[in-house]
């Protein structure tokens, strides 16, 4: 069994939606090739540069915070708690860096950001997924129809050669294998990066009352 998880947005629980909606930069975050967002989706031996969240007044602080900002987008904040259950599961997938939250204009505490640095696409149905060869964010160019995750990587080098920066391939609608890998993600969907985890994980996270967290169950 496999569950979907992404920052929750019941207002009970989180307080308000975003909870983190600024940042302070001690750097130039759209040039600086050392800031956390300009690393790309590859393995570093250095520490980069990171973000200081700054926590909504009206927001709680929670295990997992929804952070839809330069920084922190597309990429899993986490308090220790939460990486600590799942650095058991990370593997060669991910890297974890440390940040900082503002949550008041005395206290700062440390969180984690999740950079995605391997992505499990052979755990994806592509007989069942929709996926779409796309001019920028919104415009379809040609629907890729492959059935196996050879065919798709094959056919992906072909479409992608020569192509200008503004073609992509994208998963307009994923579906995944039956799988127990207890923690994987997949990019190139809607929002960038899907974040997945066992029925396994989803039960030590309850059992541990890990907060901010929207489960759903992949069918």
């Known amino acids: 069994m496999v569950y979907k998880i992404e920052s929750s947005i019941n207002q009970e629980e989180i307080g308000i939606y ?12 759209l040039n600086d090739v ?26 709680l602080l929670t295990d997992l915070l929804s952070a839809p900002i330069m920084g922190f987008s597309e990429k899993l904040l986490v308090s220790n708690k939460m990486k600590n259950i799942l650095d058991n599961y990370i593997k060669d997938n991910f890297q ?5 939250i503002k949550i008041s ?5 440390d969180y984690w950001v999740l950079n995605p640095i391997k992505f499990n696409k052979q755990l994806i149905d592509y007989k069942k997924s929709e996926i779409y060869l796309m ?8 629907k890729i129809n492959v059935s196996t995750y050879k065919e798709f990587k094959a056919e992906s080098i072909e ?61």
């Open 18 to 29: 975003p909870q983190i909606e600024e940042a302070i930069y001690n750097c130039d975050p």
């Open 34 to 59: 050392q800031f956390i967002d300009n690393i790309g989706k590859k393995e570093i031996s250095f520490e980069p540069k990171t973000a200081i969240g700054i926590l909504n007044k009206d927001a």
């Open 96 to 100: 974890s860096f440390k940040c900082k």
């Open 105 to 109: 204009p005395s206290q700062i505490v």
């Open 135 to 142: 001019r920028g964010v919104l415009q379809k160019v040609k």
């Open 159 to 219: 479409l992608l050669r020569n192509k200008d920066e503004l073609i992509n391939i994208k998963f307009v609608n994923l579906f995944l294998k039956p799988n127990d890998v207890p923690f994987f993600a997949i990019d190139n969907v809607k929002g960038g990066f899907k974040y997945f985890i066992s029925k396994e994980v989803k039960n030590i996270m309850i059992k541990s009352k890990i907060t901010g967290v929207h489960f759903e169950k992949q069918e």
